[in-house]
């Protein structure tokens, strides 16, 4: 791979995946908020030089590192009822548009993709130890999961939802310029 700035002045940055991370908050039983992340994802960003305003967006995880820190929950979530790891192994992100502030694009969850609104803070850019420009986000919104089709429903017998529909996503990204 091209470590250099491409030509047109395109530059390729890439996720730096120890110091992102890709996670998620969700209501359980309407009282209280459960919280998840995956250990496994992959991001490309490519700019017209450090100007991330249009940048195009590439992002994929992995559906069966899910980790919620509870294995049987774990278990449920690669399962049909929400994410089916085994046929939709990844989730899928590309933008369409970047405003500074608004990152739009396609999300694909087990075949099915629907335009997302996400919320961008950017935390600016810094040289690391070793020379390497990174830069750095914090990106939030929230999804219906059931518009997805994770559509898994329980009912306490009190007639609380066990999962809501709204999903949080809360996502902390550094890319290393190439």
Do not use: C
């Amino acid at each position: 791979m091209n470590t250099q700035t491409t030509t047109d002045n395109k530059t390729l940055w890439v996720i730096d995946a120890a110091h992102s991370e890709v996670a998620f908050k969700v209501k359980h039983m309407m009282i209280s908020t459960v919280r998840g992340h995956f250990d496994e994802f992959n991001a490309t960003v490519e700019t017209e030089g450090d100007e991330f305003e249009n940048a195009n967006v590439h992002v994929e995880i992995n559906t069966a590192s899910v980790n919620t820190k509870s294995k049987d929950r774990d278990g449920h979530l690669k399962s049909d009822d929400f994410f089916n790891s085994e046929t939709y192994p990844n989730i899928i992100f590309n933008s369409k548009s970047f405003d500074g502030n608004t990152l739009i694009g396609d999300l694909t969850i087990r075949d099915v993709t629907k335009e997302v609104e996400l919320h961008v803070e950017n935390n600016g850019m810094a040289v690391d130890p070793y020379g390497q420009i990174k830069a750095g986000f914090e990106i939030t919104g929230t999804i219906n999961r059931k518009e997805f089709g994770l559509k898994w429903d329980a009912v306490t017998e009190a007639g609380s939802v066990v999962v809501s529909d709204k999903v949080t996503l809360v996502i902390d990204t550094q890319f290393i310029k190439k």
